[in-house]
Structures are given as C-alpha cells and as structure tokens.
C-alpha cells in the first residue's frame, strides 16, 4: 500500500521532474506570481523592439543545409525529422523565448495571452462581428515562444473529419487524403488512454495525448443529456467525430505537451540542429534565378544573414509567413506595387483567410456545485493531474445540422466547468457592459463553434517595413450562411433542457443580457440571434490557408510537396497551407503537415524510400 506521504512524493516528483521547483511552496509562489504580471503586462504596438538593431553592420551566421523559420508547432516538428540525417546541418530560428513551467499548465493559458509569448496582434475592426471587443476589434493572439501557438493554446488534439482531408486531396493536393495523412497523425502521438479507436491513435510518438481525469457528476451529465438526444459517446478522432466525448488534449501527465516539449527537449543537442532564440527574421534571401538562398535577421541588437545550401523553410505562422514572402517581394502584385515593394513572384499570399468562430454566451446552470476551491486548492490539485489548471476545457461535442449528405459535423460544442467571469474575460477582454457573469459554481459552459466558415478574409501589410504589425481581416459573419449555421446549434444546444438528464439537474439554460440586441428585437427572436452572434462571437485562433497548397498558382501559394509556386527551395510548412479549414481544431493538422513534409523533403534528396 502506498501511504499518503509516499504518493506525495511520487506524484510531486512526477508533477516537478523537468522543472526548476522541487518545493510545492516555490512553485506555487511562481504560479501566483505570473498570474498577477500577466495582469500588469502591456502588450507591444508594433515590432520596434524586437527589430531594433545598434548599427547597421551585417555579421555572418554562418551556412546550414536547412533554414527552418518558426520554432512553433510545425517548426519544432521540421527541425526534429529533418536532423535526424546526420550530415544535413539545420538551423531553426524562433523570434521568442524559452517557454517554461508556468507555460506547461494549460489550465492557466489565457494568461499567456498578456505576456511576452504573444504577438499581440488585433484583427481590424470588423463589419460584422467582434462587436462586444473594443473598437469592434478581436484579439488574435499568436505564439512567440519556443513552441510557437503550441506553447499557449488551449491544448486541444483534434483533427476533424476524414473528409476534410479527402477534400484537400480532391482539391488537387495528390497524397493528402485521410489514408494518406493518418500514418503521419499517428507518426507524433504517444496516446495510451482508454476508449481510444486505437486504430485511430499511435503509441509510439513523442507528443503525449490524454484525456483529464474527470470532474465529478459533470462527464455523466453531458454524456446523459447528449445520449437522450441520439448522440453517442465517441472517441473523436476515430472514424467519425459525431457524438459527445471526452475532449482529447496534447498533455503529459498534468503538463503541457507543446512541440518545444515534445520535439525539441530531448533533441535539441543534436550536435547538427542549432537553434537560436530571440532570433527574428525580417528578410528571405533571394537571388536572380529567384532561388532563396538564406535568411537576414535580428539578434540582441545585431543583424545577422545566414545561408542555405539546400532550402528555405517558412513555418512563421498563417500570419508571419505571409507578412515575410510579401516583405521579401512574393504577394499579390497590386498590394506589393501599393507599397513600393518590389515584386518578384506574383501570388494570392495572405488572401483565402479562414478562422474558426465561436459563440461564447450559452450557459445551462445546474443544481450541481462543481468546484468551489481556492486558488492554492487548485495548485494543489494541478500537481494530482487534476483540474480545473489541467486544463479549462474537458469535454465536446461534433454535430451536424445542416442536412448535407456528407456527414461532416458543421458545429462543436467544447463544454466544460467551471467557468469563472474572470477567465472569460481574459480570453477576451470585452467591454465593460458586455461581461458575462457567470456562477462559477454551477454554470455549464457551452462555447459553439462554426467548423465551415463560408466568410473569408485577408492578410495584408501595413506598410513596406518590419517594424509594423501586418493586417488581419478575417471578415467574419460577412456571409449570412454562417449566421444560420450558428442559429442551427442555438436551437440544438436549446433542446438539452427538454432531456431527461438535464431535467434531473434541475438544469436551465441561460444568456446573459445583450442591451444592444434586447432594445431592438424579441429575445430569442432569429433577429435576436443574429444580432447577438455579430456582438459575442470572437475568434478561437485557427487563421489558416493564408499561403494555401493547391496545383493553380492563381488560388494556392504553395504546390503539394509544399514548394512556393514560381520560386527555388523554397516552402512553407504551417498552417498556412492548410487548403481549408478542418472540422476541428488547428494543432494536430498543423503538426501532421510538418511530419509529412518531413518525409517528403528527405525524399527529393533520396535519404528515404517514400511511396
Ligand atoms: C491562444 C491559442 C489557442 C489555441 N488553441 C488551440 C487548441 O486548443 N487546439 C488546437 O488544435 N489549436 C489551437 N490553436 C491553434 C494552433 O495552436 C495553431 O493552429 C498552430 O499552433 C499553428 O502552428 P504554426 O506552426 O502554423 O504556427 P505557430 O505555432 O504560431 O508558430 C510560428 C512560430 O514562428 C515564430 N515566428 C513568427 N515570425 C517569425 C519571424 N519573423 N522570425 C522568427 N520567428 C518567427 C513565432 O514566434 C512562432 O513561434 C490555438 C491558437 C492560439 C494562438
Ligand atoms: C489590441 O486591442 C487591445 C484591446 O482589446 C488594446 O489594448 C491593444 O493595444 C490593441 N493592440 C493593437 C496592436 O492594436
Ligand atoms: C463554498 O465554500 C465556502 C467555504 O468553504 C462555503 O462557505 C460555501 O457554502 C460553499 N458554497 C457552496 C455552494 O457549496
Ligand atoms: C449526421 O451524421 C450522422 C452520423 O454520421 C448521420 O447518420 C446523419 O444522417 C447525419 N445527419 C444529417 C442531417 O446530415
Ligand atoms: C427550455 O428552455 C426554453 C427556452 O428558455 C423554454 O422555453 C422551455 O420551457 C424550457 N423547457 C424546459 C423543460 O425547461
Ligand atoms: C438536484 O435536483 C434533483 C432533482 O430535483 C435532486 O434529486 C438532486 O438531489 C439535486 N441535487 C443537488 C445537489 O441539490
């Protein structure tokens, strides 16, 4: 038997291994501590910090087989599979910092979003929705750490459907059908729980996939209500995620199984990988033959070039990979020309924006009392493996409701508790009259997600220097189809309080007050309901597509095997090549591309035998 000072130590050794505290108190202390910098943290306007340089001198790096741009989630994947051929030299240049274990805590990560891990970028001010955020304007964190966004997501692993990938295949990307693409899903994850398809799952990868141990009386809550409504418990990256489940995350153990946690801890002293922090890059390098031959960038203060023997490889992320190609002269010639910038490649780059949305004021409050702890209860409870600091979210459901006879789910219900008014407004920071107040005790939270946005947007340059932010417009809402896509799952989610399950519960659905809505149409009116998504919904931060793979240089930026059209070694490999949107979450995608780009690069040099 194992007395309690035993699993004590057993698990606080689990919980510390890796890190710097070996004393709960310390570690507590600096869990308390980040919070409350993450509340003073000013967020930068602009890259003149990180871009300033204390003179003009240019210094050589030196000359790599492989430049990889981005340690984030598909840069730390690259960086990994590419030095594994020993006599190829790669050099992975990240424009953040080390992440670390305040990071690893996926409970906690909306306070990363106040702190030097993110970008800072807003989108611009949008026409039809993001109403609620200042200046009509919605945040768009983006990850600049070892790690990328994979370092301060929610920590989701979700793939969506297998017809999304057969799609992107059907759209002209031959090899990237489901049967294609499911080895490389599998490839990176190590997932051992039970329930898994294990047909579906790998157990041999380096990136950890779990489920949280479960809050108690909430998992039979959600998995009765949703069973009395027809919907069956699935494991949802199995063959079809249609069904309620338990929400997969990328996790090990309590912490954080990022991409700098799963492929660059243990592979960083490879003698031919040399990563290099605080590195960023403002310019690719190109010659006359339109080769890119090497990268300029910034250091503490210096400027430095590095070249390339074999390629270029942009994994900046669906919104810095394009800002860098159209710095460096590759974009759509009209912008660029507006500019003053050079034009070299002619291509739709930053065009075909695509995001998630999600509508986040649904609520069913219950008799139940979920969590009623303190802050150093759940610190506590987070060294155990046990939420709510493992994660926020901890289940969700895929739906379809359109009536299409493809049975892609077309909304998702991430649910979970407790949910308290103060994380709500730290993953975004809404006016003053629109905060909802929920009852952390007893809400249920039912943020719906619109998986097939048929709005599109752009990104653009604010100008021809580094120093700016680039233009995010994801016109979200702008089509009236994704209004009744969202007003299909209100009606749905609706219909859990008529369930026996929920009736036990004494459960009752809730909205907060929308006064802008309320003053001009009938409550639950469909007006209502279109009025309130323009105000409430928000981005859940998969920009994707923005650099998208396709055989047709006029509508795709990159070919199959993920080479910039027009252009010499060079290729993007992020989730901007994502041809379109997923019926689920961006991570695992992104990380599979990576992983079959791996193989495809080493191929075109004949290090493997591939297909
Ligand atoms: C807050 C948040 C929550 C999310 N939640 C989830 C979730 O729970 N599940 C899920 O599946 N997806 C989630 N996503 C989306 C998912 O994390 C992203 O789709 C994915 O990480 C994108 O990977 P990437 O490699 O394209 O870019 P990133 O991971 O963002 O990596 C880009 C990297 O390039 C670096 N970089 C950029 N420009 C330069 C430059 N000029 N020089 C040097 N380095 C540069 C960045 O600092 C960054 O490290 C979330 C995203 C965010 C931001
Ligand atoms: C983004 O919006 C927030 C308010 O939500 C504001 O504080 C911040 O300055 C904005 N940042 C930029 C770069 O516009
Ligand atoms: C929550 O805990 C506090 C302090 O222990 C207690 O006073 C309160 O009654 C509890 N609330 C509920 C709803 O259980
Ligand atoms: C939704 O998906 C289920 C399960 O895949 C399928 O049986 C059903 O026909 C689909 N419903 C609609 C309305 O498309
Ligand atoms: C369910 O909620 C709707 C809308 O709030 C309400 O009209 C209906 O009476 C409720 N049904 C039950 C059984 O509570
Ligand atoms: C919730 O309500 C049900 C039905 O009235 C009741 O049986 C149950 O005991 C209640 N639970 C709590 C915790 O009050």
Same mark, same amino acid.
């Given at each position: 038997?194992?007395?309690?000072t035993?699993?004590?130590?057993?698990?606080?050794?689990l919980?510390?291994?890796?890190?710097?505290?070996?004393?709960?108190?310390?570690?507590?202390e600096?869990?308390?501590?980040?919070?409350?910098?993450?509340?003073?943290? /000013?967020l930068?306007?602009d +890259?003149?910090?990180i871009?300033y340089?204390?003179?003009?001198?240019? +210094?050589?790096? @030196? #000359?790599?087989?492989?430049?990889?741009?981005?340690?984030?989630?598909?840069?730390?994947?690259?960086? =990994?599979r590419l030095? #594994?051929?020993?006599?190829?030299?790669i050099?992975?240049?990240?424009a953040?910092?080390?992440?670390n &274990?305040?990071?690893?805590?996926?409970?906690?990560?909306?306070?990363?979003?106040?702190?030097?891990?993110?970008?800072?970028y807003?989108?611009?001010a949008?026409?039809?929705?993001?109403?609620?955020?200042?200046?009509?304007?919605?945040?768009?964190?983006?990850?600049?750490?070892?790690g990328?966004?994979?370092?301060?997501n929610?920590?989701?692993?979700?793939?969506?459907?297998?017809?999304d990938? =057969? /799609?992107?295949? *059907?759209?002209g990307?031959?090899?990237?059908?489901?049967? %294609?693409?499911?080895?490389?899903?599998?490839?990176s994850?190590?997932?051992?729980?039970?329930?898994?398809?294990? @047909?579906y799952h790998?157990n !041999?990868?380096?990136?950890?996939?779990?489920?949280?141990?479960?809050?108690? !009386?909430?998992?039979?809550?959600?998995?009765?209500?949703?069973? %009395?409504?027809?919907?069956? =418990?699935? &494991?949802?990256?199995?063959?079809?995620?249609i !069904?309620?489940?338990?929400?997969?995350?990328?996790?090990?153990?309590?912490?954080?199984?990022?991409?700098?946690?799963a492929?660059?801890?243990?592979?960083e002293?490879?003698?031919?990988?040399?990563?290099?922090?605080r590195s960023?890059?403002?310019?690719?390098?190109?010659?006359?033959?339109?080769?890119?031959?090497?990268?300029?960038? $910034?250091?503490?203060?210096?400027?430095?070039?590095?070249?390339?023997?074999?390629?270029?490889?942009?994994?900046?992320?669906?919104?810095?990979?394009? *800002?860098?190609?159209?710095?460096?002269?590759?974009?759509?010639?009209?912008?660029?020309?507006?500019?003053?910038?050079?034009?070299?490649?002619?291509?739709?780059?930053?065009?075909?924006?695509?995001?998630?949305?999600?509508?986040?004021a649904?609520?069913?409050?219950?008799?139940?009392?979920?969590?009623?702890?303190?802050?150093?209860? +759940?610190?506590?409870?987070?060294t155990?493996n046990?939420r709510?600091?493992?994660?926020?979210?901890?289940?969700?459901?895929?739906?379809?409701?359109?009536?299409?006879?493809?049975? /892609?789910?077309d909304?998702?219900?991430?649910?979970?508790?407790?949910?308290?008014t103060?994380?709500?407004?730290?993953?975004n920071?809404?006016?003053e009259?629109?905060?909802?107040?929920?009852d952390?005790?007893?809400? $249920?939270?039912?943020?719906?997600?619109?998986?097939h946005?048929?709005?599109?947007?752009?990104?653009t340059? *604010?100008?021809?220097?580094?120093?700016?932010?680039?233009?995010?417009?994801? =016109?979200?809402?702008?089509?009236?189809?994704?209004?009744?896509?969202?007003?299909? @799952?209100?009606?749905?989610?609706?219909?859990?309080n008529?369930? &026996?399950?929920?009736?036990?519960?004494?459960a009752?659905?809730?909205?907060?007050?929308?006064?802008?809505?309320?003053d001009?149409h009938e409550?639950?009116s469909?007006?209502?309901w279109f009025?309130?998504?323009?105000?409430?919904?928000?981005?859940?931060?998969?920009?994707v597509?923005?650099?998208?793979?396709?055989?047709?240089?006029l509508?795709?930026v990159?070919n199959?095997?993920?080479?910039?059209?027009?252009?010499?070694?060079l290729?993007?490999?992020d989730? @901007?090549v994502?041809?379109?949107?997923?019926?689920g979450h961006t991570?695992?995608?992104?990380?599979?591309?990576?992983?079959?780009?791996?193989? $495809? $690069?080493?191929?075109?040099?004949?290090?493997?035998?591939? *297909?």
């Amino acid at each position: 038997m194992c007395t309690t000072t035993v699993c004590t130590i057993l698990i606080a050794f689990l919980a510390f291994a890796s890190s710097d505290y070996t004393n709960f108190n310390d570690f507590s202390e600096m869990v308390k501590k980040s919070i409350s910098e993450s509340k003073r943290y /000013r967020l930068p306007l602009d +890259n003149r910090k990180i871009a300033y340089t204390a003179d003009s001198s240019t +210094n050589e790096f @030196g #000359e790599f087989d492989f430049i990889v741009v981005g340690a984030g989630s598909a840069g730390a994947v690259l960086a =990994n599979r590419l030095s #594994e051929i020993r006599h190829w030299k790669i050099l992975l240049l990240e424009a953040g910092g080390n992440d670390n &274990d305040f990071s690893d805590i996926v409970g906690l990560a909306a306070h990363l979003f106040y702190s030097d891990m993110n970008w800072g970028y807003n989108t611009t001010a949008q026409k039809n929705m993001c109403f609620a955020m200042p200046n009509n304007q919605c945040i768009m964190p983006r990850g600049k750490a070892r790690g990328g966004s994979s370092t301060i997501n929610l920590g989701i692993y979700s793939r969506g459907h297998p017809e999304d990938y =057969n /799609r992107w295949e *059907q759209l002209g990307n031959e090899g990237w059908s489901f049967d %294609d693409v499911l080895h490389y899903f599998k490839k990176s994850e190590n997932a051992v729980f039970e329930g898994r398809d294990e @047909g579906y799952h790998g157990n !041999g990868g380096y990136m950890h996939v779990d489920v949280l141990r479960p809050t108690a !009386g909430f998992q039979s809550a959600i998995f009765g209500a949703f069973q %009395d409504l027809g919907y069956s =418990n699935v &494991d949802h990256n199995g063959p079809n995620p249609i !069904g309620v489940s338990r929400m997969q995350f990328s996790l090990n153990y309590n912490k954080r199984a990022s991409t700098s946690r799963a492929f660059l801890d243990f592979f960083e002293k490879r003698p031919n990988l040399d990563l290099s922090l605080r590195s960023f890059v403002t310019a690719i390098l190109i010659d006359e033959s339109k080769r890119a031959y090497g990268v300029e960038f $910034i250091k503490d203060g210096r400027r430095y070039v590095a070249r390339s023997k074999k390629e270029v490889i942009l994994s900046a992320g669906a919104v810095n990979t394009p *800002q860098l190609l159209m710095l460096s002269g590759i974009g759509p010639k009209q912008h660029l020309g507006e500019l003053g910038i050079d034009v070299i490649q002619d291509l739709p780059v930053g065009e075909h924006l695509a995001d998630h949305v999600y509508y986040p004021a649904l609520f069913y409050r219950s008799n139940q009392t979920f969590y009623n702890q303190t802050v150093d209860d +759940n610190i506590e409870d987070y060294t155990y493996n046990l939420r709510p600091l493992t994660s926020a979210l901890e289940m969700v459901s895929f739906v379809n409701l359109s009536g299409s006879k493809v049975d /892609r789910p077309d909304v998702e219900y991430m649910i979970t508790v407790p949910t308290t008014t103060d994380n709500l407004r730290l993953l975004n920071p809404m006016k003053e009259e629109f905060i909802m107040d929920v009852d952390a005790l007893h809400d $249920i939270w039912f943020p719906l997600v619109l998986l097939h946005p048929k709005s599109v947007g752009k990104v653009t340059l *604010q100008s021809s220097s580094i120093f700016d932010f680039p233009l995010i417009d994801p =016109n979200y809402l702008s089509d009236e189809a994704d209004l009744q896509t969202l007003y299909r @799952g209100v009606q749905f989610i609706m219909r859990l309080n008529e369930t &026996d399950t929920f009736k036990t519960y004494k459960a009752t659905f809730r909205h907060p007050p929308v006064p802008v809505c309320d003053d001009n149409h009938e409550r639950f009116s469909k007006e209502w309901w279109f009025c309130s998504f323009k105000t409430y919904s928000v981005s859940i931060l998969h920009p994707v597509s923005t650099t998208r793979m396709g055989n047709n240089p006029l509508t795709s930026v990159v070919n199959s095997r993920l080479q910039v059209h027009g252009m010499k070694d060079l290729r993007v490999i992020d989730a @901007g090549v994502l041809p379109e949107l997923n019926s689920g979450h961006t991570n695992a995608p992104t990380i599979m591309v990576a992983e079959k780009a791996g193989d $495809i $690069i080493k191929s075109a040099y004949n290090e493997i035998c591939f *297909q």
